[in-house]
């Protein structure tokens, strides 16, 4: 049975950053980080390919940033400049096989196992 085990969510103010991880107990073509706020359906936030492939939703451009560690089937999603509007659960979601971009995987759907989520709150 596949584990991936979120750790870093938290209790920030606007404008900090924060830095979640995922250890997954499989090596994994594609990873991606998704969020679910309150009421609202889980989104792509964003995507890494093991070749180093990434994507990211419109949302977080140029604020977050997602990078692996392959040795340790391990990803990371660097959050800055966080936002009230970043408040929510966030996922760490994988798929054994892929083929070209990140870009390609940003549908839940496409994933085969999911961490159990961990909770950024952003304060104003």
């Known amino acids: 049975q596949v584990q991936l085990l979120e750790s870093g969510g938290g209790l920030v103010q606007t404008g900090d950053s924060l830095r979640v991880s995922c250890v997954s107990s499989?090596?994994?073509?594609?990873m991606a980080w998704f969020r679910q706020a309150p009421g609202k359906e889980r989104e792509f936030a964003a995507g890494?390919?093991?070749?180093?492939?990434?994507a990211y939703a419109d949302s977080v451009t140029g604020r977050f940033t997602i990078s692996g560690d392959n040795a340790k089937n391990t990803v990371y999603l660097q959050m800055n400049s966080l936002k009230p509007e970043d408040t929510a659960v966030y996922y760490c979601?994988?798929?054994?096989?892929?083929?070209?971009?990140?870009?390609?995987?940003?549908?839940?759907?496409?994933?085969?196992?999911w961490g159990q989520g961990t909770q950024v709150t952003v304060s104003t």
């Open positions: 979601a994988g798929k054994r096989v892929g083929f070209g971009g990140a870009g390609r995987y940003t549908n839940p759907a496409q994933y085969e196992y």
């Open positions: 499989v090596s994994s073509a594609v």
């Open positions: 890494i390919r093991g070749s180093g492939s990434t």
